[in-house]
């Protein structure tokens, strides 16, 4: 199942964007209040890494064919908060990808930080974890502007600069306490692994999945190179994965 759609949103007509085979999905998943399943729908797809565009002009994407970590995690949320409408789908993933109009590389999300500080201050994801079991991050956000820098792309470069300054300064858990902080989480919460770079804010995102006692990722996985649910817990997941330092876990606002 492939479909792309490829435009400056939102000015055109279109035909139909999410895949018959989903609308289901959608219903049950609201029914049952389980953004999961339609996260299942896409389940052994292809980890697509560089699916957005690289410069301007910048192109809406919409791509069902596969998913990188940020784009499988806001496809299901706006997905379960269209209804199975196609243009409340293409309004909530704009909402999501980007700070602000109009459609530009710029103005989208290049950092997870930059997506939940907006989610949050919109209300529709709040942080789950109390402020006393964060500790402060020391980093220096810059690894998109120092890699765009030497390019000679249609980008404007300061005001991508502009973007990192303003993501300010960031806590979050560290690995070792997660077992500490396991009974504040709930399936469907939104989990966010810290990089160990100092130029970088996050690694990894995905769904948390509470099945018999353990918390499991539901995410496109680049180790499994397709979207899947985690063979080992996240408490194993972080230790087999050192590049991540912590983690933020966020709770998204799935009603519409």
């Known amino acids: 199942m492939k479909v792309w759609v490829f435009f400056l949103f939102p000015f055109i007509s279109f035909s139909?964007?999410?895949p018959s085979?989903?609308?289901?999905?959608i219903q049950a998943a609201r029914e049952k209040r389980n953004p999961l399943l339609i996260a299942e729908q896409f389940y052994g797809l292809p980890y697509t890494s560089h699916a957005l565009s690289k410069e301007n002009p910048e192109k809406f994407v919409v791509d069902f064919s596969g998913f990188d970590c940020v784009t499988f995690v806001e496809n299901v949320w706006s997905l379960y908060r269209s209804k199975g409408v196609d243009s409340t789908f293409l309004?909530?993933?704009?909402?999501?990808?980007?700070?602000r109009k109009p459609i530009s590389y710029e103005n989208r999300n290049h950092y997870l930080s930059a997506t939940f500080l907006q989610m949050e201050d919109k209300g529709l994801f709040k942080q789950?974890?109390?402020?006393?079991h964060r500790v402060l991050a020391v980093k220096n956000i810059d690894f998109l502007s120092q890699f765009l820098a030497p390019k000679k792309w249609m980008i404007v470069l300061p005001d991508i600069q502009r973007m990192e300054k303003d993501l300010g300064s960031m806590t979050y858990v560290p690995s070792a306490s997660f077992s500490k902080v396991s009974s504040f989480l709930q399936s469907c919460d939104v989990i966010a692994f810290v990089s160990k770079r100092k130029d970088l804010d996050y690694q990894h995102v995905g769904f948390i999945r509470q099945q018999k006692g353990q918390?499991?990722?539901v995410h496109a996985s680049q180790d499994r190179r397709k979207v899947c649910q985690s063979v080992e817990s996240i408490s194993v997941y972080l230790k087999n994965h050192p590049s991540m330092i912590g983690?933020?876990?966020?709770?998204p606002e799935y009603a519409h």
């Open 16 to 18: 139909q964007v999410i």
């Open 21 to 25: 085979a989903v609308l289901p999905r």
């Open 91 to 99: 309004r909530e993933l704009e909402r999501i990808r980007y700070a």
């Open 128 to 132: 789950v974890i109390p402020p006393l």
């Open 215 to 217: 918390y499991y990722l």
């Open 247 to 251: 983690f933020n876990v966020f709770r």
